[in-house]
C-alpha cells in the first residue's frame, strides 16, 4: 500500500466518522429502537454492525481477518463503541506497521458497507420524524486522523 492509498483511507475514515457523528448527533432516546417494519433493524443494531464493521476492517489492514457479531448495546454506548472502531482502524493505517489487504479491498468491503449504514441511519432519522440537515459535503472540514465525536460544525447546510 503506497502512502498516497493509506492517506486516502485513513481521509475516507475520517469522512465515515463526520458523516457518522452527523447521523447521530442529537438523536432523540426513541430513535436507538425505531423500525421501519416489522424484520428492519433498529438504528442501535445497525450501529453495532456498523462497529463489527470498522472492526473488521481493521482486523483485515493487519492480516487477522476476524469477525465477530457483536450484541448491541444500549444507543450511548453504541455511540461510543462506533468511535472506539474508528480510533483503532485510523491509529492502524496511521503507524507505519504493514498492511497486507489490498487498499482496494478495505474501501469496496468494510469501509464502503459502513457508509452505506451510515445513509441507512440518515434515512432512519428523516422517517422517525427526527431529520438529519442536508450539507455540501464538499465543503465540509474534513481531516485524516479527525474520527472521534469532536467533529468540525457544519460549514454548508440546508433543508
Given at each position: 500500500?503506497?502512502?498516497?492509498?493509506?492517506?486516502?483511507?485513513?481521509?475516507?475514515?475520517?469522512?465515515?466518522?463526520?458523516?457518522?457523528?452527523?447521523?447521530?448527533?442529537?438523536?432523540?432516546?426513541?430513535?436507538?429502537?425505531?423500525?421501519?417494519?416489522?424484520?428492519?433493524?433498529?438504528?442501535?443494531?445497525?450501529?453495532?454492525?456498523?462497529?463489527?464493521?470498522l472492526a473488521?476492517?481493521?482486523?483485515?489492514?493487519?492480516?487477522?481477518?476476524?469477525?465477530?457479531?457483536?450484541?448491541?448495546?444500549?444507543?450511548t454506548q453504541?455511540?461510543?463503541?462506533?468511535?472506539?472502531?474508528?480510533?483503532?482502524?485510523?491509529?492502524?493505517?496511521?503507524?507505519?506497521?504493514?498492511?497486507?489487504?489490498?487498499?482496494?479491498?478495505?474501501?469496496?468491503?468494510?469501509?464502503?458497507?459502513?457508509?452505506?449504514?451510515?445513509?441507512?441511519?440518515?434515512?432512519?432519522?428523516?422517517?422517525?420524524?427526527s431529520p438529519?440537515?442536508?450539507?455540501?459535503?464538499?465543503?465540509?472540514?474534513?481531516?485524516?486522523?479527525?474520527?472521534?465525536?469532536?467533529?468540525?460544525?457544519?460549514?454548508?447546510?440546508?433543508?
Open positions: 500500500m503506497t502512502a498516497d492509498n493509506r492517506e486516502l483511507l485513513r481521509h475516507t475514515l475520517a469522512t465515515l466518522a463526520y458523516r457518522g457523528a452527523k447521523a447521530i448527533r442529537d438523536a432523540p432516546p426513541p430513535f436507538a429502537s425505531f423500525k421501519v417494519s416489522e424484520t428492519s433493524r433498529t438504528p442501535v443494531q445497525i450501529l453495532a454492525h456498523i462497529g463489527d464493521l473488521w476492517g481493521r482486523s483485515m489492514a493487519d492480516g487477522s481477518r476476524q469477525w465477530n457479531t457483536s450484541t448491541p448495546l444500549p444507543w453504541e455511540v461510543t463503541r462506533f468511535f472506539q472502531r474508528l480510533s483503532e482502524f485510523e491509529t492502524y493505517l496511521a503507524s507505519d506497521k504493514p498492511v497486507p489487504s489490498p487498499i482496494e479491498k478495505l474501501f469496496q468491503g468494510p469501509i464502503a458497507d459502513a457508509l452505506t449504514h451510515v445513509g441507512q441511519l440518515t434515512l432512519l432519522r428523516r422517517a422517525s420524524g438529519v440537515r442536508g450539507e455540501n459535503y464538499f465543503k465540509a472540514e474534513i481531516t485524516a486522523g479527525r474520527v472521534g465525536n469532536d467533529q468540525a460544525k457544519p460549514k454548508a447546510e440546508f433543508d
